[in-house]
T-cell receptor
């Protein structure tokens, strides 16, 4: 595609509900990143994929967060048993390779009520 | 560990005035530094980046930034603000890993432009 596409753009979840956020990277991009941006803060790194391999998940805040990229293209970030502190914008980025420029999607704004 | 500090959560300027957004970094290795802009309900757009070539880096929309090692700074400037520059700006430093790099962002500075 022309850019990184994320869906849904907005998600409201009740506390305790599971959610799944989708990222469709630029076609052919090997590297995919997820970031979390809390209100009034800069984005913070969550996890990194090289093709289908999740090479770094050091930023995932708890074991309720899970990410996958099974075929090396589309990625899904899943949050189980959502909590209010999970409310944030979740940004996905992709790059041609690990060290090249990352292009960001528009993000998914998650609100947990 | 690499980090960035952005001074001032909000900066207000008049249209046509100089824009100066401050960023200081901390890095144990020569850094790669970036400025991104984020418009409301949008993702991040790269304005410019420093990768150890020229210390004065020119970016899109008339923005530029100067890398000053002695001051550990990478401030963003634009000679004349436009209303369309109103947005949030993030400074970031690249964190190098084995085979990939990630970004560590500052908390952002909201630029407000008044007519």
């Amino acid at each position: 595609g022309a850019g990184v596409s994320q869906s849904p753009r907005y998600k409201v979840a009740k506390r305790g509900q599971d959610v799944a956020l989708r990222c469709d990277p630029i076609s052919g991009h090997v590297s995919l990143f997820w970031y979390q941006q809390a209100l009034g803060q800069g984005p913070e790194f969550l996890t990194y994929f090289q093709n289908e391999a999740q090479l770094d998940k050091s930023g995932l805040p708890s074991d309720r967060f899970f990410a996958e990229r099974p075929e090396g293209s589309v990625s899904t970030l899943k949050i189980q048993r959502t909590q209010q502190e999970d409310s944030a914008v979740y940004l996905c980025a992709s790059s041609a390779e690990g060290y090249t420029e990352a292009f960001f999607g528009q993000g998914t704004r998650l609100t947990v009520v | 560990a690499q980090s960035v500090t952005q001074l001032g959560s909000h900066v207000s300027v008049s249209e046509g005035a100089l824009v100066l957004l401050r960023c200081n970094y901390s890095s144990s290795v020569p850094p790669y530094l970036f400025w991104y802009v984020q418009y409301p309900n949008q993702g991040l757009q790269l304005l410019l980046k420093y990768t150890s070539a020229a210390t004065l880096v020119k970016g899109i929309n008339g923005f530029e930034a100067e890398f000053k090692k002695s001051e550990t700074s990478f401030h963003l400037t634009k000679p004349s603000a436009h209303m369309s520059d109103a947005a949030e700006y993030f400074c970031a430093v690249s964190v190098l890993n084995s085979g990939y790099s990630t970004l560590t962002f500052g908390k952002g500075t909201m630029l407000l432009v008044s007519p």
